[in-house]
């Protein structure tokens, strides 16, 4: 089962990489399914939708339950979540308006109705936010003496500490005598990094007033620390006072604060370059220039200034998206950064924090990880099981069995510094041959990949990457040993030398770091037949041969949609014999047509169907008649809810499946993922009981066949106040 080794880039079996068009023809069949009719209303709106996940962020933020150190966090998870879903998918809605498409969305409304809806529900949240969830953390941080000034304590002129000139003066003075020039053109302003508007009162309006713009430093922290405890000077009010003077009527300087939000999408065309790497490269390099989609100023800046900047910062002229206008205006109170509130997070109080947690391991110490394996499969569940004695230590024994030959990994993200990299490096120089595909096109983390990438092919390990249409989402590792003892010691054996594939199959990233934020499962198992399927895929990702075939395991873009629908099918039709039935799901998102086609008809049948989504939900749950046994919790808290289990009732013998993949058409129809069954009785006991625990959660919420998610236990200290309205789904018309 040895590969032959080919050493520096290689990437999917296109015919511009390996020759072998055989992979991207069959994914291409695949993707290709048909049209199903669903009832105008049925479909959620995919975009609200995951501002509904925003907004539950919020109420994590507002709830007086929650450490207080941990809803600052969430401030700055739901500044983050925001930012992003400019970045992706309201660029993306901007760009298709531009380029004149007309494509409507799963709820049937066009781009430019897409972009209305996401405006008017942006301003909601941010008016919920800055209103209400801001005031109530400075508040509950002052009272335990955690003191901003201009955020929960006023600025005072004058007092002497927070002015002070040698908290920041020579930076200061660096960055303004090197900006501080009048007219010329507008400078480039940096994505999500907040600037001053820096004008001089000498004349009316216009450029030639302008004598700067200035960004604020990013590689220093937002908040100055002071004297006197847990006291904190923003960086933009120091650099405010330096070079702000009193009277902008008298000849003054006065300086405004604004933010821009960027389009953060790659553009990378199904006909890109031969070098996927080059057209990463391009793209990368491409970003920082991105059309401005959001811009958010200080609500004193007068109009003069925001009439400057919607001016300045708009690309449409250059046909790189459409005009700004008002509608992209967002005038918002300090912190104009919301992100900067995981700075307060970080601060060292164990019991203004969720209580720590201590990991384990499923694995023995006495036995190596591939000779427990065969004996029974391990089920990993992060973060209560630790990813250094889990999925490392099984690289680490791989790398240093001499009767290991191959070891194939996906890398979607993964930590900085990675002790996985560095296992796979170590493994190679061992001699074996390490293939690792690394998947270039993670949103935001390109970047950090590309850098991993050259960092193994420096040491001469075979790399591979995706091709420019498809993306390798799975989180797999499979590892190849030679059956009976070393070569050394074959004399004393008379067992056949064949080979043996050792698995990992998980729903998370190889990375350490977020396996203690997230729950995750991952599967470790010996099994054959799982384990020549999976080295298969690996093989034809790696264009050493070609399979669109698989039984044992749930692949996309081949099987996985068909499978599942099948699945539902089978449970639709025990229902209409009388036979037990039941579909349960734990998901990140639900938003592919033909999978809610198939629920609800499964629903319509007798079915009983409960979902745990975190995310997107387009699936409206019980509407009478129609998905009337239909129910969705989602789940939100101290962990972000990241497992992927999907259980089938069966007729009585249930089939438990875990995976990488969510129930949307990217993951179905345009990435590379991975599900496998669950067998083992105890660990098909463990999933059930992460399914019972999310369904009883007195903390979740339910979504309503009126599209509005709602809480089921709402703190009463701030519930006259609650905003369910603000968690509908539903687009107007």
Same mark, same amino acid.
């Given at each position: 089962?040895?590969?032959?080794?080919?050493?520096?880039?290689?990437?999917?079996?296109?015919?511009?990489?390996?020759?072998? =068009?055989?992979?991207?023809?069959?994914?291409?069949?695949?993707?290709?399914?048909?049209?199903?009719?669903?009832?105008?209303?049925?479909?959620?709106?995919?975009?609200?939708?995951?501002?509904?996940?925003?907004?539950?962020?919020?109420?994590?933020?507002?709830?007086?339950?929650?450490?207080?150190?941990?809803?600052?966090?969430?401030?700055?998870?739901?500044?983050?979540?925001?930012?992003?879903?400019?970045?992706?998918?309201?660029?993306?809605f901007r760009r298709q308006v531009a380029e004149g498409r007309r494509k409507r969305t799963l709820d049937g409304i066009l781009p430019e109705e897409q972009l209305s809806v996401i405006t008017r529900r942006t301003r909601e949240l941010l008016d919920h936010v800055h209103d209400r969830v801001v005031p109530h953390l400075m508040t509950d941080l002052?009272?335990?003496?955690?003191?901003?000034?201009?955020?929960?304590?006023?600025?005072?002129?004058?007092?002497?500490?927070?002015?002070?000139?040698?908290?920041?003066?020579?930076?200061?003075?660096?960055?303004?005598?090197?900006?501080?020039?009048?007219?010329?053109?507008?400078?480039?302003?940096?994505?999500?990094?907040?600037?001053?508007?820096?004008?001089?009162?000498?004349?009316?309006?216009?450029?030639?007033?302008?004598?700067?713009?200035?960004?604020?430093?990013? *590689?220093?922290? +937002?908040?100055?620390?002071?004297?006197?405890?847990?006291?904190?000077?923003?960086?933009?009010?120091?650099?405010?006072?330096?070079?702000?003077?009193? !009277?902008?009527?008298?000849?003054?300087?006065?300086?405004?604060?604004?933010?821009?939000?960027?389009?953060?999408?790659?553009?990378?065309?199904?006909?890109?370059?031969?070098?996927?790497?080059?057209?990463?490269?391009?793209? /990368?390099?491409?970003?920082?220039?991105?059309?401005?989609?959001?811009?958010?100023?200080?609500?004193?800046?007068?109009?003069?200034?925001?009439?400057?900047?919607?001016?300045?910062?708009?690309?449409?002229?250059?046909?790189?998206?459409?005009?700004?206008?008002?509608?992209?205006?967002?005038?918002?109170?300090?912190?104009? *950064?919301?992100?900067?509130?995981?700075?307060?997070?970080?601060?060292?109080?164990?019991?203004?924090?969720?209580?720590?947690?201590?990991?384990?391991?499923?694995?023995?110490?006495?036995?190596?990880?591939?000779?427990?394996?065969?004996?029974?499969?391990?089920?990993?569940?992060?973060? %209560?099981?630790?990813? !250094?004695?889990?999925?490392?230590?099984?690289?680490?024994?791989?790398?240093?069995?001499?009767?290991?030959?191959?070891?194939?990994?996906?890398?979607?993200?993964?930590?900085?510094?990675?002790? =996985?990299?560095?296992?796979?490096?170590?493994?190679?120089?061992?001699?074996?041959?390490?293939?690792?595909?690394?998947?270039?096109?993670?949103?935001?983390?390109?970047?950090?990949?590309?850098?991993?990438?050259?960092?193994?092919?420096?040491?001469?390990?075979?790399?591979?990457?995706? %091709?420019?249409?498809?993306?390798?989402?799975?989180?797999?590792?499979?590892?190849?040993?030679?059956?009976?003892?070393?070569?050394?010691?074959?004399?004393?054996?008379?067992?056949?030398?064949?080979?043996?594939?050792?698995?990992?199959?998980?729903?998370?990233?190889?990375?350490?770091?977020?396996?203690?934020?997230?729950?995750?499962?991952?599967?470790?198992?010996?099994?054959?037949?799982?384990?020549?399927?999976?080295?298969?895929?690996?093989?034809?990702?790696?264009?050493?041969?070609? %399979?669109?075939?698989?039984?044992?395991?749930?692949?996309?873009?081949?099987?996985?949609?068909?499978?599942?629908?099948?699945?539902?099918?089978?449970?639709?039709?025990?229902?209409?014999?009388?036979?037990?039935?039941?579909?349960?799901?734990?998901?990140?998102?639900?938003?592919?047509?033909?999978?809610?086609?198939?629920?609800?008809?499964?629903?319509?049948?007798?079915?009983?169907?409960? /979902?745990?989504?975190?995310?997107?939900?387009?699936? +409206?749950?019980?509407?009478?008649?129609?998905?009337?046994? =239909?129910?969705?919790?989602?789940?939100?808290?101290?962990?972000?809810?990241?497992?992927?289990?999907?259980?089938?009732?069966?007729?009585?013998?249930?089939?438990l499946f875990i995976g990488s993949a969510d129930l949307r058409g990217r993951n179905l129809s345009r990435r590379v993922e991975v599900m496998t069954r669950v067998t083992d009785p105890g660990h098909q006991e463990t999933l059930n009981g992460i399914l019972r625990e999310g369904f009883s959660d007195p903390d979740a919420w339910e979504l309503g066949?009126?599209?509005?998610?709602?809480?089921?236990?709402?703190?009463?200290?701030? !519930?006259?106040?609650?905003?369910?309205?603000?968690?509908?789904?539903?687009?107007?018309?």
């Open positions: 089962m040895t590969a032959d080794h080919h050493p520096g880039p290689a990437g999917l079996p296109s015919s511009d990489r390996n020759g072998n =068009t055989g992979f991207l023809e069959a994914w291409a069949k695949a993707a290709a399914t048909p049209p199903v009719r669903i009832p105008r209303g049925m479909m959620l709106n995919m975009e609200l939708s995951q501002l509904a996940f925003a907004e539950r962020v919020l109420e994590l933020a507002d709830d007086p339950r929650t450490p207080l150190l941990e809803r600052a966090r969430f401030v700055a998870i739901f500044g983050t979540i925001l930012d992003e879903f400019f970045m992706t998918r309201v660029a993306g002052l009272g335990i003496g955690i003191e901003i000034a201009g955020w929960n304590v006023p600025l005072r002129s004058g007092s002497g500490d927070w002015s002070d000139p040698h908290l920041y003066a020579d930076r200061i003075r660096e960055m303004a005598s090197a900006s501080l020039q009048p007219g010329g053109p507008f400078p480039h302003v940096r994505n999500l990094r907040p600037a001053f508007l820096i004008r001089s009162g000498k004349s009316e309006a216009g450029m030639s007033d302008v004598m700067a713009v200035l960004e604020l430093p990013g *590689d220093q922290p +937002r908040l100055l620390p002071l004297p006197g405890g847990h006291r904190f000077m923003p960086v933009e009010e120091v650099m405010r006072a330096s070079f702000q003077t009193p !009277s902008e009527a008298a000849g003054g300087r006065k300086a405004f604060l604004f933010r821009v939000v960027r389009g953060g999408n790659l553009l990378i065309s199904t006909g890109a370059p031969d070098d996927i790497l080059e057209a990463i490269a391009e793209n /990368l390099a491409m970003r920082p220039f991105q059309p401005v989609v959001r811009l958010e100023v200080e609500p004193l800046m007068p109009e003069w200034g925001r009439t400057l900047l919607l001016q300045q910062l708009d690309s449409s002229a250059w046909g790189r998206g459409i005009a700004l206008g008002e509608e992209d205006l967002y005038p918002r109170a300090a912190p104009i *950064d919301l992100n900067r509130f995981s700075e307060i997070a970080a601060l060292p109080a164990a019991d203004l924090h969720f209580p720590s947690r201590r990991s384990r391991s499923p694995l023995v110490r006495e036995a190596s990880v591939m000779d427990q394996l065969d004996e029974r499969d391990a089920l990993i569940r992060f973060p %209560s099981h630790s990813f !250094s004695q889990t999925v490392d230590r099984f690289l680490r024994e791989a790398g240093d069995d001499p009767r290991v030959e191959e070891i194939w990994v996906t890398l979607y993200r993964t930590n900085h510094p990675s002790r =996985t990299v560095r296992l796979l490096r170590r493994a190679h120089r061992r001699g074996k041959v390490v293939t690792v595909l690394v998947e270039v096109k993670a949103s935001f983390d390109e970047k950090q990949n590309l850098a991993w990438a050259k960092v193994l092919e420096a040491d001469g390990i075979r790399v591979l990457y995706g %091709s420019p249409s498809l993306k390798v989402h799975a989180k797999i590792a499979c590892v190849v040993r030679r059956e009976g003892s070393s070569p050394g010691d074959q004399k004393d054996t008379g067992r056949d030398a064949g080979h043996r594939v050792y698995c990992y199959i998980g729903t998370g990233n190889l990375n350490a770091v977020t396996s203690r934020a997230y729950t995750d499962l991952g599967l470790l198992t010996a099994d054959q037949r799982v384990g020549r399927e999976l080295h298969t895929l690996f093989r034809t990702l790696a264009g050493d041969e070609s %399979s669109e075939r698989y039984e044992s395991l749930l692949v996309a873009p081949f099987n996985l949609r068909g499978e599942i629908i099948r699945l539902i099918n089978r449970e639709a039709e025990n229902a209409r014999t009388g036979g037990p039935s039941g579909i349960t799901a734990k998901l990140n998102g639900l938003a592919d047509r033909q999978v809610i086609d198939a629920l609800y008809r499964a629903d319509q049948a007798g079915v009983p169907i409960n /979902l745990l989504v975190r995310g997107i939900c387009s699936l +409206r749950p019980g509407v009478p008649g129609f998905s009337g046994r =239909t129910r969705v919790v989602a789940l939100a808290g101290a962990l972000l809810e990241h497992a992927r289990i999907l259980r089938f009732e069966n007729a009585g013998s249930p089939e066949e009126d599209g509005c998610y709602h809480r089921r236990c709402i703190p009463e200290e701030r !519930s006259a106040a609650g905003f369910s309205t603000l968690a509908s789904v539903s687009a107007p018309g």
